[in-house]
């Protein structure tokens, strides 16, 4: 990705900072930020709670005005009528998606989670927060989701979760041209924002899911590559806010003008009074994770075969991408309105109920719909292509016998699945949460049946619903490889601890059986878009290297005390984005490391004018408050070179950087492991590391892309 820079997560240590300690003045600003932090958070969960209502109440509209104009014509025989009007609202809305991509920039299309995990891990992405993002991610999900297209809307509010945070804390927008006053300077570095960040991803799941503890261990466990104590205070109380908020919007569609609240849960699973599972049905259990690992590796090695052969075959360019998409949406209308209309109908009298059963949903939300059948029949194909994906994984998490037959299933399965590959990969924002629980949810109850056919004479009997709760969960960590978060996700989302075991042990054989065959699909995202991501470890072939193996050893510096001429010709010729500052201590020691000076820095102090004639005393030392400011802005040569002084004037004049440096940059000498500066630059969440020989001499830099670079093969480094 060319447009990826490195994060600075370190604090500065200059004269400025020391300054502003010794002055006592942190202790006085510290409870008004404190305050404001609390603020923001307050802030951020009841936005995400109302965007995430908003969208999932707009998207029912939508789906409920094509299905409720497609079934007004589905009494007559002639079927082309309302196939057309099915066809054109899923073309009109998958266009108006993809519209929303091209509005709004590439960043607007897929789910945002490998972005955002790389921002966690420290690569800032131009295009990645902003309100044109923002804006494009809001809409297109809702379109795509409203659609026939495999998708789900919780991956995006992740990255509308971010976003969220991001623009609440900078309390900046360069496209509405606002910027708020002094409060927010302090909260506009990169470590401040990388903790509102990562609070709005995890409440942006909250919201998604009505699983506030889920939302915070998802940023742990998936997201955020950093993580405090006091970070899991805030994100928890940002994900309470949102998921309260949420609870709040819905209760009057629920419980009427009663007053009442409840914890709701979107896909809620009824808690048997007789029945639990039995002990021997923990190997089916322990089966579907080694199925769902298995399914998600294929997914994940399909979607990038798929890829690769688009990548060959199409130009990427914006017409044949949006011809893609109406291809694919074409076809996906085909199949989901056909194949149900070429199953027969049953008798709705062959569904039998489960009575025993404590559910907070009403019966309707288990009826099936009568579509292409009499008022009292139904089609089991009708209700898993045609209806919402969330109203068909309720059918099939319904404690209900005779519902589903096993060859729909299995059609549906195979077909489903191939949607999903089909889907994924295009220009439009798109989730895989819901649909990879829809798939685990029908093979799911494909094993609860087979075992329920097995062992007819149980009593009580089998309960395949139990099946596709366990399946759902093991294909969603078989393609995520997400384990502790999606237990508690699922068990949020369900309102149900009683499968609590099952679902453990079928998400860890996921997770093993996927691992061993596949990485999971947003670590794949992260390659495939060349995300400069940092793993917790190095590959075992680099443990033998050191520093001088990967560092560049042309580094270009910046003296305590230089010409203002040569440090406005190394920002224009050159595009490192900090420099190593030394002073020259002799014939042999030119280079004696003292510090180290980011670019913005130094454009800071150009804009601001902090350079002086050769026979003049330096200018004193900028305000911390002011410096900040400074900092905050990302500068461009551009917008400082027309204070400048003329070239002639500038060869006499002189920049003094020894009070602005970074006094507490982190060296290495040179003898050092890569191994363990890998792991020092990952944790400490560094920029640069500057590599020194015995003497303090600086002999090379290492970078986010020196310990990516990959071109330093095992074979290599043998020969």
Not at 489 to 498: C, G, K, R, Y
Not at 625 to 650: C, F, G, I, S
């Amino acid at each position: 990705m060319d447009a990826a820079q490195s994060l600075n997560y370190r604090l500065v240590d200059n004269k400025p900072l020391r300054d502003f300690f010794k002055g006592g003045r942190l202790k006085r600003t510290d409870g008004t930020r404190l305050l404001a932090k609390w603020a923001i958070y307050l802030l951020l969960g009841f936005l995400l709670g109302i965007i995430a209502y908003g969208i999932r109440n707009i998207v029912e509209q939508l789906q409920d005005l094509k299905l409720n104009t497609m079934e007004r014509y589905l009494r007559n025989e002639n079927l082309i009528v309302p196939f057309l009007i099915y066809w054109g609202f899923n073309v009109l809305y998958t266009t108006l998606a993809y519209l929303c991509v091209r509005f709004g920039g590439p960043l607007v299309a897929g789910s945002g989670i490998p972005e955002v995990k790389g921002y966690l891990n420290g690569v800032r992405m131009t295009g990645l927060i902003n309100i044109k993002t923002f804006l494009g991610k809001i809409i297109s999900t809702i379109f795509g989701y409203s659609s026939c297209l495999a998708l789900g809307p919780e991956g995006p509010m992740v990255h509308i979760g971010t976003m969220v945070g991001a623009g609440l804390s900078s309390a900046k927008s360069k496209t509405l041209r606002i910027r708020l006053p002094k409060i927010f300077e302090r909260l506009r570095s990169d470590t401040e924002q990388r903790d509102f960040i990562s609070s709005g991803a995890a409440a942006g799941i909250a919201a998604a899911f009505g699983a506030p503890v889920g939302g915070v261990l998802f940023a742990l466990e998936e997201a955020t590559s950093f993580w405090n104590r006091e970070l899991t205070w805030r994100t928890f109380f940002a994900c309470m806010v949102s998921a309260f908020t949420v609870n709040l919007i819905y209760a009057p569609r629920i419980h009427g003008a009663s007053g009442q609240l409840k914890d709701y849960g979107l896909l809620t699973f009824g808690v048997s009074k007789t029945y639990v599972y039995r002990i021997e049905e923990l190997f089916p259990f322990m089966l579907l994770g080694v199925i769902g690992g298995i399914l998600g590796a294929i997914f994940v090695k399909l979607i990038f075969a798929w890829n690769r052969i688009k990548r060959d075959l199409l130009p990427a360019t914006w017409p044949f991408k949006f011809l893609e998409v109406l291809l694919v949406t074409s076809f996906l209308s085909v199949l989901t309105f056909g194949i149900p209309s070429l199953n027969s109908c049953r008798q709705l009298s062959v569904i039998k109920y489960d009575q025993d059963v404590c559910d907070s949903v009403d019966n309707n939300s288990t009826r099936p719909i009568s579509y292409f059948c009499e008022p009292d029949q139904f089609s089991d194909m009708a209700n898993l292509f045609l209806i919402p994906p969330e109203n068909a994984l309720r059918l099939l998490y319904s404690r209900t016998w005779g519902m589903f037959k096993m060859s729909s299933l299995f059609v549906f399965l195979g077909v489903y699945f191939m949607m999903i590959v089909l889907t994924a990969g295009l220009t439009l924002a798109a989730g895989l949460f819901v649909p990879m629980m829809l798939v685990g949810a029908t093979y799911g109850r494909i094993m609860g049946q087979i075992v329920e056919l097995c062992f007819p004479d149980l009593e009580p009997a089998v309960d395949a619903s139990i099946y596709a709760l366990v399946g759902s969960t093991a294909m969603m960590s078989g393609f995520s490889r997400l384990t502790i978060s999606l237990c508690v996700i699922v068990i949020e989302l369900t309102e149900n601890t009683q499968y609590l075991l099952p679902i453990m042990l079928a998400v860890m054989m996921a997770k093993w059986v996927g691992d061993a065959l596949s990485r999971s699909l947003y670590d794949e995202l992260s390659d495939l878009k060349s995300i400069p991501f940092l793993e917790h470890h190095p590959p075992q072939h680099t443990y033998c290297w050191g520093v001088r193996d990967v560092m560049q050893r042309k580094v270009v510096c910046i003296q305590t005390v230089d010409k203002l001429a040569r440090v406005v010709g190394i920002l224009e010729t050159c595009r490192h984005s900090g420099f190593p500052v030394v002073s020259v201590d002799g014939p042999d020691r030119k280079k004696t490391y003292r510090g180290f000076i980011l670019r913005n820095q130094l454009l800071s102090l150009l804009k601001r004018q902090q350079y002086h004639h050769v026979t003049q005393k330096s200018p004193g030392v900028l305000d911390y408050d002011h410096w900040t400011t400074l900092m905050n802005y990302k500068w461009r040569l551009a917008d400082v070179t027309e204070d400048l002084p003329p070239k002639d004037v500038q060869k006499n004049m002189v920049m003094d950087v020894s009070k602005y440096m970074d006094r507490s940059h982190i060296i290495l000498p040179d003898s050092f492991s890569f191994l363990n500066a890998y792991k020092l630059f990952k944790d400490q969440g560094l920029r640069h590391l500057t590599v020194i020989d015995d003497h303090m001499q600086v002999a090379g830099i290492i970078t986010r892309h020196d310990l990516l670079n990959w071109h330093f093969t095992e074979e290599q480094m043998r020969s």
